[in-house]
């Protein structure tokens, strides 16, 4: 099961922090990513984080450098750091699971198995 949390309103320029918690999984080989869905588009990528022998994180080129995708051992959650929001970034935010990706598609939303029930972002002033 995929839980995200931390949507919600905020100002163009605020930021914002989501996270995704995850139960009943227990893979060694697993990509988590943040899928995003504005109104009347298809999803589009955000950032990934995968486990394949060795970490690596991946974004999507509209938010690199705004956005940080982290692991949070603790918590079992995969985090979203939102920084320097703009209105485009307005979607309804999923957290998706895919156990053994290959590299090309990590940035696919059909490669992922397992699905949250998404959170709304809405930045607006």
């Known amino acids: 099961q995929l839980v995200e949390s931390g949507g919600g309103l905020v100002q163009p320029g605020g930021s914002l922090r989501l996270s995704c918690l995850a139960s009943g999984f227990s893979f060694e080989d697993y990509t988590m990513s943040w899928v995003r869905q504005a109104p009347g588009n298809d999803r589009e990528f955000v950032a990934a984080?995968?486990?394949?022998?060795?970490?690596?994180?991946y974004y999507a080129d509209s938010v690199k450098g705004r956005f940080i995708i982290s692991r949070d051992n603790g918590k079992n959650s995969v985090d979203l750091q939102m920084n320097s929001l703009k209105h485009e970034d307005t979607a309804v935010y999923y957290c998706?699971?895919?156990?053994?990706?290959?590299?090309?598609?990590?940035?696919?939303?059909?490669?992922?198995?397992?699905w949250g029930q998404g959170t709304q972002v809405t930045v607006s002033s």
């Open positions: 984080w995968r486990r394949s022998g060795g970490t690596t994180t």
């Open positions: 998706a699971l895919g156990e053994r990706l290959i590299t090309s598609s990590v940035r696919s939303g059909a490669a992922y198995e397992y």
